[in-house]
């Protein structure tokens, strides 16, 4: 499997739109708003992150990046917005989230986000107590997410400052987001999910991800309140989501071998962190993680 899509250009009319040729999606058409935020260093930056962190060492061929992945929840997205009602604001606003919800991982992706509940082997064992807490825990990676959207020059640039806040809060699940349109990035069944279940699946080699998204696509509905649902005739196809999920979790990200290689990391990683907290070589651990 590619590990990138590949990139080309079609005619439309007199001007020539560059398309994203994708193997699970088929054509992505970004605008060129979206093209500008691509091209920031801070999205190109997520081609160098696996999506399935350290799942490689597994299944050889799970080398597919966040970048990627975050190209395939914009199609998804562009297919769900042919179904519901929202205003052009929204409408551009959802694009860009779903482009950028992932635009504040770390390396290692979701592994580094446990760093702070790491247990050290010797802890286990001292008498039942428990480690120190760090006072300066790491955020998640949608707090990292708003953060690059405020901070980055190039994203602000080409957002605005109150777009990117907009944008920011979508993704990140804000209070003072549309709680109903933040549901399209990050819910029991949304975007995210529908891209990554099926892309991790095919890369892994195992069918548990293979989720019916056209199905569910079609039948997706909206009530005169704007809540957003599937229809009865899609439950099945649901229920299947939410499954392959579960089972991709087990097979997968927990698998033994995975989850063995991604928990010496993040002791190594936290034995540097500590070490630096107390004056010792550090490697530049803090500013490697943070910066990244």
Same mark, same amino acid.
């Not at 290692?108 to 509940?117: A, K, N, R, T, V």
């Not at 990117?164 to 209070?175: K, M, N, P, S």
């Not at 089972?247 to 989850?259: A, N």
């Not at 540097?272 to 993680?289: F, H, M, P």
């Given at each position: ?10 005619? !439309?009319?007199?001007?020539? +739109? ?47 990046? !966040?970048?990627?992945?975050?190209? $395939? ?5 562009? #297919? ?14 959802? #694009? ?33 107590s428990k480690k120190a807490s760090n006072p300066d825990p790491y955020p998640s990676h949608e707090e990292v $997410? ?82 957003? $649902? ?9 229920? +299947? ?31 540097? #962190?500590? !070490? ?17």
């Amino acid at each position: 499997m590619s590990d990138l899509p590949s990139i080309s250009s079609k005619k !439309r009319g007199f001007s020539r +739109h560059k398309i994203v040729v994708d193997n699970i999606h088929g054509d992505i058409c970004p605008n060129d708003e979206e093209w500008q935020v691509i091209d920031t260093p801070a999205f190109q930056r997520l081609r160098k992150l696996k999506q399935l962190q350290m799942g490689y060492l597994v299944y050889p061929n799970a080398t597919h990046t !966040r970048f990627a992945h975050s190209l $395939g929840v914009l199609k998804v997205m562009e #297919r769900i917005l042919e179904r519901v009602k929202v205003d052009k604001k929204d409408r551009l606003d959802l #694009r860009l989230a779903a482009l950028l919800h992932d635009v504040g991982h770390y390396p290692y992706s979701h592994l580094l986000e446990g760093l702070d509940d790491v247990i050290l082997t010797e802890e286990h064992f001292d008498n039942g107590s428990k480690k120190a807490s760090n006072p300066d825990p790491y955020p998640s990676h949608e707090e990292v $997410g708003q953060e690059i959207l405020l901070s980055q020059d190039d994203l602000l640039k080409i957002l605005g400052k109150d777009r990117a806040v907009r944008v920011g809060d979508l993704f990140a699940r804000t209070e003072v987001a549309n709680q109903q349109l933040s549901k399209l990035i990050h819910s029991s069944l949304d975007m995210d999910r529908m891209d990554y279940l099926i892309r991790d699946s095919r890369a892994a080699g195992v069918p548990f991800g293979e989720v019916d998204i056209n199905y569910l696509l079609n039948h997706v509905k909206q009530s005169a309140s704007g809540t957003l $649902g599937v229809s009865h005739k899609a439950l099945a196809a649901a229920e +299947h989501l939410l499954l392959a999920r579960s089972f991709m979790f087990r097979v997968v990200c927990h698998h033994k071998t995975i989850y063995g290689f991604e928990e010496a990391t993040r002791q190594l990683l936290r034995r540097l #962190r500590d !070490r630096a907290e107390t004056g010792g070589e550090s490697y530049n651990v803090q500013g490697w993680l943070r910066n990244s």
